[in-house]
T-cell receptor
């Protein structure tokens, strides 16, 4: 399809484990965002990539969270030593940065459950 | 700091009723953008509209209309003749327009709209 895709759709892990969440943006979109949505809340910003570089990572909650986008397309969000409080839906969005503010198109999310 | 407030946590209406979802925002920027997104039960956020801070003209798209008032820092969303398929969580969001670091969105907490047949 032509939309943003995210894998896996669901991930269940145990406390202390390492997880990787993948995002495949819309082809040609240079900007990529990660958000986290807890139950009953609005999405919260984590990190923004313009091309390959993380232009704004101020939303990452702590140093257990890290994200990469090595070739300027697919991105991976990595969480080390997972905690139960990390349980949430992790959303990825991409946009076509045209100098102004472009709308962001969201993927279906990865539901992470930390037991 | 930016903030978006959606005071209505849940709204329930009967089909064909009109319904207005409220959104109030705070920002120190003079250039900013406002958005509405719909999140149906499937979970995927669907973009509905974007407005910039210099354009206060109201907009209508089919049964949807938006009322942007800078004087009250509000960007309200009205659905006319609601339908069951409109049932979803609706999010209002704000983005600063000139940040060098992109256009991160600040979301409100959402309004759960239920349209009953």
């Amino acid at each position: 399809g032509a939309g943003v895709s995210q894998t896996p759709s669901n991930k269940v892990t145990e406390k202390g484990k390492y997880v990787e969440l993948r995002c495949d943006p819309i082809s040609g979109h240079t900007a990529l965002y990660w958000y986290r949505q807890s139950l009953g809340q609005g999405p919260e910003f984590l990190i923004y990539f313009q091309g390959t570089g993380a232009a704004d990572d101020s939303g990452l909650p702590n140093d257990r969270f890290f994200a990469v986008r090595p070739e300027g397309s697919v991105s991976t969000l990595k969480i080390q030593r997972t905690e139960r409080g990390d349980s949430a839906v992790y959303l990825c969005a991409s946009s076509l940065r045209r100098g102004g503010v472009s709308e962001q198109f969201f993927g279906p999310g990865t539901r992470l459950t930390v037991l | 700091a930016q903030k978006v407030t959606q005071a209505q946590t849940e709204i329930s209406v009967v089909e064909k009723e009109d319904v207005t979802l409220d959104c109030v925002y705070e920002t120190r920027d003079t250039t900013y953008y406002l958005f509405w997104y719909k999140q149906p039960p499937s979970g995927e956020l669907v973009f509905l509209i974007r407005r910039n801070s210099f354009d206060e003209q109201n907009e209508i798209s089919g049964r949807y209309s938006w009322n942007f008032q800078k004087s009250t820092s509000s960007f309200n969303f009205t659905i006319t003749a609601s339908q069951v398929v409109d049932s979803a969580v609706y999010f209002c969001a704000l983005s600063e327009g000139r940040r060098a670091s992109g256009s991160r969105l600040t979301f409100g907490e959402g309004t759960q709209l239920t349209v009953n047949p």
